[in-house]
């Protein structure tokens, strides 16, 4: 079956950096466009990257410039470089794809950023 494990997430003062990774299995990682979505408390899960199985991306207007999401599919692991954070980026931090129409979620990452 599907499954997504995030990993990376932590305490960072803000304009700090994180590297967030998210490991997938029971599908073909390769042919599947992979998703970085984000939650903050009180407020509605909103769409961060996207990384097609062709490496072409896309950022949502907040973030670009500052965040990057990469893929390794040696490794099936897919991942969101970011940079200078700011504290209304505190949020849980999710992984997505998306197989034969059925939407797959990861249990997320907490990142909090607070001096």
């Not at 599908?27 to 062709?54: K, N």
């Not at 999401?69 to 849980?92: C, F, G």
């Not at 931090?93 to 990861?106: E, H, M």
Request: hydrophobic share 30%.
């Amino acid at each position: 079956q599907v499954r997504l494990v995030e990993s990376g997430g932590g305490l960072v003062q803000p304009g700090g950096s994180l590297r967030l990774s998210c490991a997938a299995s029971g599908f073909t990682f390769s042919s599947a466009a992979m998703y970085w979505h984000r939650q903050a408390p009180g407020q509605e899960r909103e769409y961060v990257a996207l990384i097609t199985s062709t490496g072409c991306t896309n950022y949502a207007d907040s973030v670009k410039g500052r965040f990057t999401i990469s893929r390794d599919n040696a490794k099936n692991t897919v991942y969101l470089q970011m940079n200078n954070l700011n504290p209304e980026e505190t949020a849980v931090y999710y992984c997505k794809t998306v197989r034969l129409g059925a939407t797959y979620w990861g249990q997320g990452t907490q990142v909090t950023v607070s001096s």
